[in-house]
């Protein structure tokens, strides 16, 4: 019997890899590249930012909480998609605030809760879903796609 070479868990792997690369605007780096701007922006000085960015990302921790049963419920593509689609929606609703402190930082926990948290918990469940012999292989593979799309986004913006 031959086996084909082409397990449907390898494109899934890539699909993974390019959310979790997504996840970058919720995340330190990706929010780093835009302080500056932000700060001067909106008049907000550093120490005000910072406590923002700090509650943000604990409150933005709890989006994981429901993560793993949402993706038992709903499977792991359509969370994968509709958490790409709520992450692009806030990026644009937060290119677009300028209604002040609190506008910003529900966009900014939105970021954090949607990106690094969520999104990130799914793309490693979807990514780790398709394999069981070769998963470190699989993982390891994961891993080096991620590093090479945080590379060329954080490149990118960082030119811009």
Excluded at 105 to 113: C, D, H, M
Excluded at 127 to 145: E, N, Q, S, T, V
Aim: glycine content about 10%; some cysteine.
């Amino acid at each position: 019997m031959h086996r084909n070479a082409w397990h449907p868990g390898w494109r899934n792997l890539g699909i993974a890899a390019l959310a979790m690369v997504a996840t970058l605007p919720g995340r330190t780096q990706g929010l780093g590249l835009v302080t500056e701007p932000l700060l001067a922006d909106l008049g907000l000085d550093r120490v005000a930012f910072a406590s923002l960015n700090f509650w943000a990302t604990l409150i933005g921790a709890l989006f994981c909480l429901p993560v793993g049963r949402l993706t038992d419920r709903l499977g792991a593509r359509r969370l994968l998609a509709a958490l790409a689609v709520a992450l692009g929606l806030t990026v644009v609703g937060m290119s677009r605030a300028s209604a002040g402190f609190w506008t910003f930082a529900v966009f900014v926990t939105l970021t954090r809760g949607l990106g690094q948290s969520a999104l990130s918990v799914v793309s490693l469940a979807h990514a780790g879903k398709w394999f069981a012999r070769r998963l470190p292989m699989a993982m390891g593979i994961y891993a080096l796609l991620v590093s090479i799309g945080f590379m060329r986004r954080f490149r990118r913006w960082a030119q811009q």
